[in-house]
């Protein structure tokens, strides 16, 4: 199985922390600390958010670290077992003080919305009929 370790700058990672788990994902505090805190979003999908600082560290010198909140460098899609899921993820996203994104849209055997996280990345949670799939 492959798996997906998405590294996201942040500027409070304790705000990180607070959003993330009250979308309803846990944190594996082994890879966790006052820079960074690392989020499992599915057995296969897990964030890794850092502070700028941190996230530098990795790159190499002289790079830039963008700010999503200026400019939008990716969309990261997300699936939903069903239509509620799709809304309640965007409902809880909204009380933990994410924002909003694109309005829903229902295509049929679609339907999805979006959300920013405290930093501005950009959510999309979607719900596809399993019957158009296969």
């Known amino acids: 199985m ?4 998405l590294n ?7 705000a990180s922390r607070a959003f993330y788990t009250t979308l309803g994902f846990s944190v594996n505090e082994q890879f966790s600390d006052d820079t960074t805190v690392s989020v499992a979003v599915s057995d296969a999908i897990h964030l890794q958010l850092a502070t700028r600082e941190k996230l530098a560290g990795f790159l190499p010198e002289g790079t830039l670290i963008g700010d999503p909140r200026q400019a939008t460098a990716a969309l990261y899609a997300l699936s939903c077992e069903s239509r509620e899921e799709v809304d309640q993820l965007v409902e809880k996203a909204m009380g933990a ?3 909003t994104w694109m309005p829903s849209q229902d295509h049929g055997f679609m339907y999805a919305s ?3 996280d405290p930093d501005g990345h950009v959510w999309e949670v979607m719900w596809m009929d399993p019957v158009t799939v296969q």
């Open 2 to 5: 492959r798996m997906l370790f």
């Open 8 to 14: 996201l700058p942040v500027t409070d990672v304790a």
């Open 97 to 99: 003080g994410g924002g």
């Open 114 to 116: 979006s959300f920013t």
